[in-house]
Nanobody
Framework: QVRVVQSGGGSERAGGSLSLSCAAS????????IVWYRQAPGKERELVAS???????WYADSAKDRFALSRDDAQNTVYLQMNNLEPEDTAVYYC?????????WGQGTQVTVSS
């Protein structure tokens, strides 16, 4: 059974930085994609950033130039570094590890940004 465990997040003031981690129980390369989503209260889930099997990284417009996705293959972990945070970044952030046949979700991490 694949496990995906998130850590990080918390509360920060606007302009600050937070980091999220997504640790999988197997190699990052075994997944078709690793995806970061977020969901703010009363809003639909939003795709924030993704890493595909070719190592390509994609960012939503809201994350470009502020967020950075990186990986540590030795730790089977993908990170989302969030800089220059805005109150609009407040949400629960979820990590999804996708294989060709199944999706494995992290437990979610709260990020709260105050103005």
């Amino acid at each position: 059974q694949v496990r995906v465990v998130q850590s990080g997040g918390g509360s920060e003031r606007a302009g600050g930085s937070l980091s999220l981690s997504c640790a999988a129980s197997q190699s990052i390369e075994s997944f078709h994609a690793i995806v970061w989503y977020r969901q703010a209260p009363g809003k639909e889930r939003e795709l924030v950033a993704s890493l595909n099997t070719n190592g390509e990284i994609w960012y939503a417009d809201s994350a470009k130039d502020r967020f950075a996705l990186s990986r540590d293959d030795a730790q089977n972990t993908v990170y989302l570094q969030m800089n220059n945070l805005e109150p609009e970044d407040t949400a629960v952030y979820y990590c999804l590890a996708a294989t060709r046949y199944d999706n494995f979700w992290g437990q979610g991490t709260q990020v709260t940004v105050s103005s």
